[in-house]
Structures are given as C-alpha cells and as structure tokens.
C-alpha cells in the first residue's frame, strides 16, 4: 500500500517548527531546507516528512542548545 501524500502550506510549517510566518519563510529562502513541492495563489506546500527529516538534521538536541554546546 502506497504512502499518503503528507502536505503543508507556510502556517502548518510554521506549528512544525516552532517559529513565526516570517521566519518560515526566510528558512525557505536556505539552500539547504526542502524545495516547496508546488505553489499555488496562496503559497507555497511542502512535503511534512522532508520538513520533519530537515528538522532532525538542523535542530540541536534541547539540552545542547541550552547549555551552548554542539
């Protein structure tokens, strides 16, 4: 059985991440966080689970970002 299809738009992207509209969209602006997978008049979808896997790859562990190290 094939795997549904998990989209976003910038407010869902938003809740994933944690941070504002705004800075979604300076996130997707890197090189290196996933190409939207269309765009339509009210902006841009993306894939949850490449936002989910860019999330494991960027973030720090809490513990980490709160003691500064890593």
């Known amino acids: ?18 941070v504002s509209r705004q800075r979604v969209y300076q996130l ?9 997978v269309a765009i339509l008049a009210q902006g841009k979808v993306w894939s949850i689970d490449e936002i989910e896997q860019w999330l494991a790859d960027h973030r720090r562990p809490r513990a980490e970002a709160l003691l500064g190290v890593g």
């Open 1 to 18: 059985m094939e795997k549904a299809l998990r989209l976003a738009g910038a407010h869902e992207v938003r809740d994933l991440l944690g």
């Open 28 to 36: 997707a602006a890197r090189a290196d966080f996933p190409d939207p």
